[in-house]
């Protein structure tokens, strides 16, 4: 099938922002930091293995608590100048004073990088530990947002909980938190990964009732290892759905059965979303691209 994908950034375009504006649909992935030179290599291995797909961004996430700041910016810096790809930068609140995060948004930009996801970000003891700002930073996403617009023409792109963050009060009151981001400078939002489409559409609606358009994108995460995305979502917070374990645990003791069977899972709810509406799609690939470009070859649904 002929993936039909936009090149890196049709009419000129240099922005995510102005991709969508032009209403092409995004296709994302995202990849980790490496811990070790072999986990580079990997890492490298994906991103030329992926280039060909014509992505509309790739990015590359902070680790816990801010802890591989400098190699998530190094990262992202090389994909901008040693690759067709667009990168978008990972920032988070964690850990960093407002000192910091002028400083690598400066860096960014000195890269040539102007598409800036801006996170509030997870403490190191995970989503559901409680959050303490650094003394002299900024405790809020929104706040990095109004940053980060504050400091040049940057596209900033957000995340977004289909079911919900782990610390909101209520649905409504997580749709109102995104809507006041939107409302603060932010260009689109990115979910977290989920695995029923109703959650996805249900929090599309519970914005749009709040009068934002924000272009919510949602994220994805193949099952090719059923206690690996388990522990994904726990970390995430996301429920992994009965009827989902149901469907890929009947293979247990055969690894290529199962990793088949969490293919078909994803390309089901991918081609749902697109059928939907969705305005593309942003793979978590945990650093491999085999899952990836082959969720891409199954899908009925348009991709161009």
């Not at 801006?118 to 409680?130: I, S």
């Amino acid at each position: 099938m002929a993936l039909g994908l936009p090149s890196r950034m049709p009419g000129g375009a240099s922005t995510v922002r102005e991709l969508i504006a032009a209403g092409e649909r995004s296709f994302s992935f995202e990849f980790f930091p490496p811990k070790d030179a072999e986990g580079e290599r990997q890492l490298w291995r994906t991103l030329r293995e992926l280039e060909p797909l014509n992505p509309t961004f790739v990015s590359v996430t902070y680790g816990a608590g801010g802890s591989t700041r400098d190699r998530t910016v190094g990262i992202t810096a090389q994909i901008a100048h040693d690759t067709s790809m667009t990168p978008l930068a990972h920032l988070t609140c964690v850990d960093h004073s407002v000192a910091t995060l002028r400083s690598v948004i400066g860096s960014y930009a000195g890269a040539g990088v102007r598409n800036v996801l801006a996170l509030r970000g997870d403490p190191a003891g995970g989503p559901r530990a409680p959050f303490e700002p650094h003394p002299e930073g900024l405790r809020y996403a929104v706040e990095l947002v109004e940053l980060t617009k504050s400091l040049g023409d940057f596209c900033v792109g957000v995340a977004a909980f289909p079911e919900l963050h782990p610390s909101a009060e209520s649905a409504d009151a997580d749709a109102r938190v995104l809507a006041a981001k939107a409302r603060a400078g932010a260009d689109f939002a990115i979910t977290q990964l989920f695995f029923r489409p109703d959650d996805y559409f249900r929090l599309v609606d519970r914005v749009s009732a709040l009068g934002v358009d924000i272009p919510i994108i949602p994220g994805i995460m193949p099952i090719t290892n059923l206690a690996q995305v388990t522990r994904m979502a726990e970390l995430s917070g996301a429920a992994l759905p009965d009827e989902v374990v149901e469907r890929v645990a009947r293979f247990e003791g055969d690894p290529a059965a199962v990793r088949a069977e969490g293919i078909r899972v994803a390309t089901e709810l991918c081609d749902t979303l697109l059928a939907g509406g969705a305005p593309g799609l942003h793979f978590y690939t945990l650093n491999r691209s085999k899952a990836t470009r082959e969720i891409f070859s199954g899908l009925r649904t348009a991709v161009g």
